[in-house]
């Protein structure tokens, strides 16, 4: 395994709990891969968090996905809604940083079922997922995250 930095302001350290919590309770993130002419290429992606890796869907070709086959190593960042603590004009918030490696689904199985997890965090009730996955499931392609390392800081934005 890899050898990743101690977090240099320790004392803001968040606990592998709450950087779990923020995984599962977060709508989206930012994906960062080694893009084209050794760019960094971020993108803010919907996401689900299942059995301690994250899971992405994207179309079958692009920027994104030419990084991650040259490369799959990557970043994931997620950021909480900011809180105001009353009596502090600043506003709370808690990062998260996940470092890992990214591989394509095969499994026809396994990608029912996150677009499936997809469709219960992001659609509204009573939308028909089985229907949308019928018409556009066929032109997706599942992501799997793998956890190398994660790391979360409190900060105050003041």
């Known amino acids: 395994m890899e050898e990743f930095r101690a977090m240099r302001r320790f004392n803001q350290q968040a606990s592998d709990e709450a950087c779990l919590r923020l995984l599962e309770s977060a709508a989206r993130g930012i994906l960062a891969v080694h893009g084209d002419n050794g ?10 968090f299942r059995g301690g890796r994250i899971w992405f ?30 009596g502090e004009w600043w506003n709370n918030v808690m ?30 009730e009573g939308y028909d997922i089985e229907h949308d996955m019928q018409k556009n499931g066929p032109r997706a392609l599942v992501l799997e995250l793998c956890i ?6 409190y900060v105050k934005e003041k």
């Open 148 to 153: 190398d390392h994660i790391t979360g800081k």
């Open 39 to 48: 760019y960094p290429y971020g993108i803010p992606l919907n996401f689900v």
């Open 95 to 124: 990062s998260v940083v996940v470092f890992g490696r990214i591989r394509e689904v095969t499994d026809q199985a396994e990608i029912d079922v996150i677009l499936r997890a997809l469709g219960e965090k992001y659609f509204p």
């Open 57 to 86: 869907h994207c179309a079958k070709e692009g920027h994104k996905l030419d990084a991650i086959r040259r490369d799959d190593k990557v970043c994931f960042t997620l950021l909480s809604e900011p809180v105001k603590n009353e």
